[in-house]
């Protein structure tokens, strides 16, 4: 089993940064690939930032591309996501995923286990 929870939401104004932070405890095996998520009101769950351990090349989705960065400290069992030049339509319950493999596709197959999530509002 793996154990994640989020923290760093909050509420900014368009242009502010935050960073998220998700610890992680459990199988290490089951949580090669850990990334985050979000979900807006009315819309479906889609994949922000993933990668694998050590990976230089995590999948970002377009509209975040240059704004985020997902990072990790394996030592503190961290994976964080900072988010800068935050944008209205960022806002959404961001959560933490792990699972063995990545999404072979844009997606979340694969991710296991789940945070509660954290909430990010960005106001215009």
């Known amino acids: 089993q793996v154990q994640l929870v989020e923290s760093g939401g909050g509420s900014v104004q368009a242009g502010g940064s935050l960073t998220l932070s998700c610890v992680a405890s459990g199988s290490t095996s089951r949580r090669n690939c850990m990334g985050w998520f979000r979900q807006a009101p009315g819309k479906e769950r889609e994949a922000v930032a993933y990668g694998y351990i050590g990976s230089d090349l995590p999948y970002y989705v377009d509209s975040v591309k240059g704004r985020f960065t997902i990072s990790r400290d394996n030592a503190k069992n961290t994976v964080y996501l900072q988010m800068n030049s935050l944008k209205p339509e960022d806002t959404a319950m961001y959560y933490c995923?792990?699972?063995?493999?990545?999404?072979?596709?844009?997606?979340?197959?694969?991710?296991?286990?789940w945070g509660k999530g954290t909430l990010v509002t960005i106001s215009s």
């Open positions: 995923a792990a699972g063995s493999l990545c999404p072979s596709s844009p997606g979340y197959a694969g991710m296991d286990y």
